[in-house]
Each structure stands twice: as C-alpha cells, then as structure tokens.
T-cell receptor, first 111, second 114 residues
Framework: ETGVTQSPTHLIKTRGQQVTLRCSSQ?????VSWYQQALGQGPQFIFQ???????GRGNFPPRFSGLQFPNYSSELNVNALELDDSALYLC??????????FGSGTRLTVV | AQSVSQHNHHVILSEAASLELGCNYS??????LFWYVQYPGQHLQLLLK??????LVKGIKGFEAEFIKSKFSFNLRKPSVQWSDTAEYFC????????????FGSGTKLNVKP
C-alpha cells in the first residue's frame, strides 16, 4: 500500500486529444515529481513541483504541463496526444528529505 | 545528461542461486543511489538506498548493495533468491543538483524458477 494515490489507473485516449492525470501526495510531502515509463524502459523524469511552482523539467515538450495545488496534490496535463505518449505515468512525492514514495501509476494508451 | 546503465536486461535463475545485478552511473559528483523493485502490476518499491557512510548497504528482503565510487557502480546482490523475487529491478541515481530528480536505469527483469 502506497501513500501516493493516482487516478485513473487506466485510460484510453485518441491521438490529438488532451488528458489530465491526477496525483494525491503522501501526507506531509511538499514536492511532487512526474515520470513517464514507456514499455521496457525505466521511468523518465518529466518535471517536478515544489510549493506549487515548477522546480525542474526533463526533456519533454511544452505540451506536457502540470499543476500543484495548495494541498500538494498534483495534475499532469498532456495536450495533442501522440501514439508515443502511451506509457505508465508515475507520480512520486517527497518531503525534500529522505522520503520518496511512488504511486502505482496511470496506464495511458493512445490509439 | 546523467545516465544510469543496467547491463543485464533479463536474468533467469533457479531458486537458491545467488544474484548480482550491475548498475553503473555517469555522474562524477555527489550522488544518492537507490534500488527499486517493481513486482508485476504493482508500484515501485524501495529496496535500499545509499546516501553516505558505509558503502555496503543492507535493504529489505535480504538484498544488499555495494557502492564503489571509483567504479561508479552500485551493484545489487542477494545470496539466495526465491521465486517471490521474480520482478523488475531498477537502479536510480539523484545528484547534488537536485536530490528529488531520479535518473533510472532501463531495468533488469529477474525470473526465478521454482
């Protein structure tokens, strides 16, 4: 059982559509990061939020955007979906110390 | 950009065999090192981590890892694997520039035959 909750667990979208994925961080964790895990690969860093501001970004285009709310929950938005966006999207929260917790992920399929 | 290499993509062992999974990273500065395990259909779980101190780190479920700074390596070991260890294992690194940004290896799938 993880303290990080992601929704939905599975999602199917059509190419060109937009999607919003949600993450509820573990209590007390003020930093959230999002990762994309394509099939057969390790998770790749998308971006990170700390106290509602983006605090680091990986090599992903601007159509990947995010939000962090005052309660430290977070959203990942992807516009103009492409087939290659099909992946498991992971949220991880931390307290900027030693605690890192990953959620179970949202499996996105783009058709 | 930093990189993490896991050279074994797929390992098949029989129960009670010893396990060693390789992990090498490219960053020359201060790092934190992690091993995560992902059981089929489940979330990433932390096996062990190294921040500083004794380079031999013991984790959960009988796993351990050794940090060898001169070799930029953090290999995962277990003396005797069980069928329940069948999973995918990921090595990950964070650096002094951002200790919350993980660089993951591509993973090693371990299949333990009963």
């Amino acid at each position: 059982e993880t303290g990080v909750t992601q929704s939905p667990t599975h999602l199917i979208k059509t190419r060109g559509q937009q999607v919003t994925l949600r993450c509820s961080s573990q209590s007390g964790h003020n930093t959230v990061s999002w990762y994309q895990q394509a099939l057969g690969q390790g998770p790749q860093f998308i971006f990170q939020y700390y106290r509602e501001e983006e605090n680091g970004r990986g090599n992903f285009p601007p159509r990947f955007s995010g939000l962090q709310f005052p309660n430290y929950s977070s959203e990942l938005n992807v516009n103009a979906l492409e087939l290659d966006d099909s992946a498991l999207y992971l949220c991880a929260s931390s307290d900027r110390g030693e605690g890192y917790t990953f959620g179970s992920g949202t499996r996105l399929t783009v058709v | 950009a930093q990189s993490v290499s896991q050279h074994n993509h797929h390992v098949i062992l029989s129960e009670a065999a010893s396990l060693e999974l390789g992990c090498n990273y490219s960053y020359g500065g201060t790092v934190n090192l992690f091993w995560y395990v992902q059981y089929p259909g489940q979330h990433l779980q932390l096996l062990l981590k190294y921040f500083s101190g004794d380079p031999l780190v013991k984790g959960i479920k009988g796993f351990e890892a050794e940090f060898i700074k001169s070799k930029f390596s953090f290999n995962l070991r277990k003396p005797s694997v069980q069928w329940s260890d069948t999973a995918e294992y990921f090595c990950a690194v964070t650096t002094e520039y951002n200790f919350n940004k993980f660089y993951f290896g591509s993973g090693t799938k371990l299949n333990v035959k009963p």
